[in-house]
C-alpha cells in the first residue's frame, strides 16, 4: 500500500504567515497533485507537478516536487482566511493510475 | 472543463436499507471510475476503481458485497451500500477519469453525505 504522510496535521496561523506543508512517501509517483478541499465538497485541484525537482507558482502558493519524486511541499506566502480548507497531497500510481491522497493538512487562518 | 455530477448530495436512511449513489460524467467519457470514503476530519480513502464493462477492483478491507459498483456506460458509476450500518455513515466522493486527459484528467464530484439512523 503506498502511504502518503502530509505534516503538520493541523496548522493555525495568524493572516500574513508563512507556513510550509509536507508530502512525503517512501514510494515514487508518477506525478503528485494537490488539493484544497472546502467542508461537505469535492476536492479542488491547485496543481499538477510531474518533473522531479519541478518547482510551480500559483500566486503565492509554490509547490515543488522532490527530486526523486517521492516527496512534495506546498507553501503559502502571507496566508490569508480564505486559505483555510483541508489541504491534500495525492500521488499517481505508475501501475494502476490510481489517484491516493496524502494524510491531509487542516489549515486554519485567523484575521 | 469537465464536470462530473454526484447524486444525491445528501441523504438518510434506516438501518438495514439500501442506498445508491450515482456518479456521472457529464461532458466526457469516463472508462474508470473511483469512490472513495472520506470519514470527519480524515481524508480520503480509496475504496474501489470502476472500469466501465468490468468488475469493480476493491480495495484491501472494503467489502464488495457491501459497497456494490456498477459501471455500465462510460458516463455513468453507481455505488450501493447494502443492508447499511451507522458505521456506514460516511462522506462519499467518486472521481472520473478522461484518459484523453491523462494526468490531468481525474475530476471529483461534489460528494455525498451518507447519514445511516
Known amino acids: 500500500t503506498q502511504l502518503l504522510e502530509q505534516s503538520p496535521q493541523f496548522l493555525s496561523i495568524q493572516e500574513g504567515e508563512n507556513l510550509t506543508v509536507y508530502c512525503n512517501s517512501s514510494s515514487v509517483f508518477s506525478s503528485l497533485q494537490w488539493y484544497r478541499q472546502e467542508p461537505g465538497e469535492g476536492p479542488v485541484l491547485l496543481v499538477t507537478v510531474v518533473t522531479g525537482g519541478e518547482v510551480k507558482k500559483l500566486k503565492r502558493l509554490t509547490f515543488q516536487f522532490g527530486d526523486a519524486r517521492k516527496d512534495s511541499s506546498l507553501h503559502i506566502t502571507a496566508a490569508q482566511p480564505g486559505d483555510t480548507g483541508l489541504y491534500l497531497c495525492a500521488g499517481i500510481s505508475y501501475n494502476t493510475d490510481k489517484l491516493i491522497f496524502g494524510t491531509g493538512t487542516r489549515l486554519q487562518v485567523f484575521p | 472543463g469537465a464536470v462530473v455530477s454526484q447524486h444525491p448530495s445528501r441523504v438518510i436512511c434506516k438501518s438495514g436499507t439500501s442506498v445508491k449513489i450515482e456518479c456521472r460524467s457529464l461532458d466526457f467519457q469516463a472508462t474508470t471510475m473511483f469512490w472513495y470514503r472520506q470519514f470527519p476530519k480524515q481524508s480520503l480513502m480509496l475504496m474501489a476503481t470502476?472500469?466501465?464493462?468490468?468488475?469493480?477492483?476493491?480495495e484491501q478491507g472494503v467489502e464488495k458485497d457491501k459497497f456494490l459498483i456498477n459501471h455500465a456506460s462510460l458516463t455513468l458509476s453507481t455505488l450501493t451500500v447494502t443492508s447499511a450500518h451507522p458505521e456506514d455513515s460516511s462522506f462519499y466522493i467518486c472521481?472520473?477519469?478522461?484518459?484523453?486527459?491523462?494526468?490531468?484528467?481525474?475530476?471529483f464530484g461534489s460528494g455525498t453525505r451518507l447519514t445511516v439512523v
Open positions: 472521481s472520473a477519469r478522461d484518459r484523453d486527459r491523462g494526468i490531468y484528467g481525474y475530476t
Open positions: 470502476s472500469n466501465e464493462g468490468s468488475k469493480a477492483t476493491y
